[in-house]
């Protein structure tokens, strides 16, 4: 093999990757450096997916690297729960950033010296403006701003003043340090932008050591540049940042090459939108409205994972979905489509029958009990099989009987044959009902020349029905979601009223002996049911799966293949 042609990245498939390989080429980056640059003030969630696969990405493809930097600019919020939590779900994504952990903490002191120089050159200086002042000199998008008359201080009372501030001499909202840049630029994020504000507050790293606090437009375009990021990729918000990115690297005399800026469209999914920010999943939890941050109804990754939802899938979701400069809106099912595509290749199949009907088999003898051996997963015969044991008295889903049945209705009717998937062979000979007239059981009789589930005279039976055993099967609880939001609400607000009282239902169910011996975490596709996953809540008297999607039309499906 000629490993210089096998090593070559794929071509570009978005502008992203044009830009960095035209840099590759042009000389103007020899290793591509990126970063993950999460705050930790909560939960990662589905939206980070996107930019983790992307900066990850980018670095693997090109040979680069990835930094995971810690944006923990804010004293107030963030907390080293958040960022063990964080790094967790970055590896269970499958990616990792060697030693190349940060954060924006670490650089407080060269922040601090760079920000005096900016005093030095003249390019900013120590306003004493209250918040509402700065904000009325501020100006609107149709009026430029004016100038606070703070601005013309001298370089050294700038500087004395900055100093105080840093040594505690004064209270939060004082003063502020301003970039001097243009309070009549078009572009509001460059009128005197703030770089430096005073925080009385414990750092959940620095501990007491600060009580100024640098801002993330200031913070990040120099940590990137103290870090050597190449190609810092960030969300179309920012671009009106970019400019104030640039002027605080050139500000600062940073030579080429240095970071630059590039924008791309945040994933949006729809059903969860207005869920996707931690604003909101931080009130979700604080409210109770769920059980934590990883009750699996919730967008987080935690809760993904929780929910059964693979790694792979929601890296093939990003594949899938690519990389654009404007923003637009992903259905759900496309994430719930990506998820069965990967469960289907690693789930193996068991049998759980959720509103069960007792099924008595006239002709097997009493006492009698055999087993069948049963595939794990027909997409993949290295899973092998497990036996499943088969006896006179079994259950079947109530849905799945029909005492007066349409036309073609292949499942079990009177005097309808039907398969049990793996076993028999039956046909319903006499239907047993209560006083109120509710079916209670059913009387069938089963075909001996029928085990396994076929026939040699090759007769068609056209339902394949799934069962339970009633002497060997276990009670499982399975747990059912919907979505948190009903509808998907337009307004990014969340309110009360827009909770789906529905989000969770409990189902008692009867399922395969051996999925009481099941791990949490395990994978499984309840047949005609759905993808469900054991949960760390189970016990060995009870094995609690969450549903991790539905199957899709699953019955039309399965009646196609008989
Ligand atoms: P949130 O509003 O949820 O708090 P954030 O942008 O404030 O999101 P950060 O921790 O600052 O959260 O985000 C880390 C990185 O993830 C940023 O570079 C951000 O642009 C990116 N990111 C956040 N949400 C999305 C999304 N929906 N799609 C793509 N990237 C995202
Ligand atoms: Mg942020």
Request: aromatic letters at 10%; hydrophobic letters at 35%.
């Amino acid at each position: 093999m000629n490993t210089s042609e096998s090593s070559a990245p794929a071509p570009a498939t978005h502008f992203i990757h044009e830009i960095i390989e035209a840099d590759l080429a042009a000389g103007r980056c020899q290793t591509v450096v990126t970063r993950f640059p999460p705050e930790p003030n909560g939960y990662l969630h589905i939206g980070h997916s996107k930019s983790i696969c992307l900066n990850f990405g980018t670095a693997l493809k090109y040979g680069g690297r990835c930094h995971l930097r810690f944006d923990d600019t804010n004293p107030v919020k963030e907390d080293t729960e958040y960022v063990e939590a964080i790094k967790a779900n970055i590896h269970w994504l499958g990616f990792d950033w060697g030693e190349h952990e940060y954060y924006a903490s670490d650089y407080f002191d060269p922040l601090y010296s760079y920000a005096e120089q900016l005093i030095e050159k003249g390019l900013a200086y120590v306003d004493s403006l209250s918040a509402e002042e700065i904000r009325a000199y501020r100006g609107t998008l149709k009026s430029p701003g004016q100038n606070s008359p703070y601005r013309d201080r001298s370089i050294d009372e700038n500087l004395e003043l900055f100093r105080a501030m840093k040594a505690g001499k004064f209270e939060d909202g004082a003063h502020l340090l301003r970039a001097k840049i243009d309070m009549a630029s078009p572009n509001i994020n460059l009128r005197d932008p703030a770089l430096y504000r005073i925080r009385h507050a414990h750092h959940h790293r620095t501990g007491d050591k600060w009580c100024i606090y640098p801002m993330y437009d200031y913070a990040h375009s120099l940590s990137d540049a103290i870090e050597g990021i190449t190609h810092s990729l960030c969300t179309l918000e920012f671009e009106d940042h970019r400019p104030l990115y640039d002027w605080c690297l050139e500000a600062l005399g940073w030579p080429e090459p240095r970071p630059h800026q590039y924008e791309f469209a945040r994933l949006n999914l729809s059903h969860i939108r207005p869920l996707m920010s931690k604003r909101y999943l931080v009130q979700m939890v604080q409210t109770g409205h769920v059980s934590g941050w990883d009750d699996p109804r919730m967008p987080t990754l935690s809760a993904f994972k929780r929910r059964g939802v693979t790694p792979a899938a929601l890296r093939d979701m990003n594949e899938r979905i690519g990389v654009a400069k404007s923003n637009s809106e992903v259905e759900y099912a496309m994430l719930e489509f990506c998820v069965r595509e990967d469960l289907n290749k690693v789930a193996q199949r068991r049998m759980a029958v959720l509103d069960p009907l007792k099924v008595v088999i006239t002709n097997y003898p009493e006492g009698q009990q055999e087993n069948f051996e049963a595939e794990n997963n027909p997409e993949d015969p290295s899973t092998g099989h497990r036996s499943l044991a088969f006896g006179r008295e079994i259950y079947i889903e109530r849905s799945d009987f029909m005492e007066e049945p349409p036309k073609k209705y292949f499942r079990l009717a009177p005097g309808q044959e039907v398969r049990l998937k793996h076993a028999y062979y039956i046909t319903c000979q006499e239907v047993i009902k209560d006083a109120e007239g509710q079916v209670t059981e059913l009387h069938c009789t089963y075909d001996p020349n029928s085990r396994g589930g076929w026939t040699e005279d090759g007769r068609k039976v056209r339902g394949t029905l799934h069962w339970a055993s009633a002497a060997h099967a276990c009670k499982a609880e399975l747990r059912h979601y919907d979505h948190l939001l009903l509808g998907a609400p337009a307004a990014d607000q969340l309110l009360e009223s827009q909770l789906n009282p529905d989000s969770l239902t409990i189902v008692e169910a009867l399922v395969e002996p051996a999925l009481a011996a099941a791990q949490p975490g395990e994978h499984f596709q309840f047949l005609r049911q759905g993808y469900y996953v054991m949960d760390a809540d189970s016990t060995p008297e009870k094995p609690v799966f969450n549903r991790t999607v539905g199957m899709v039309d699953s019955w039309a499906k399965q009646q196609k293949k008989n």
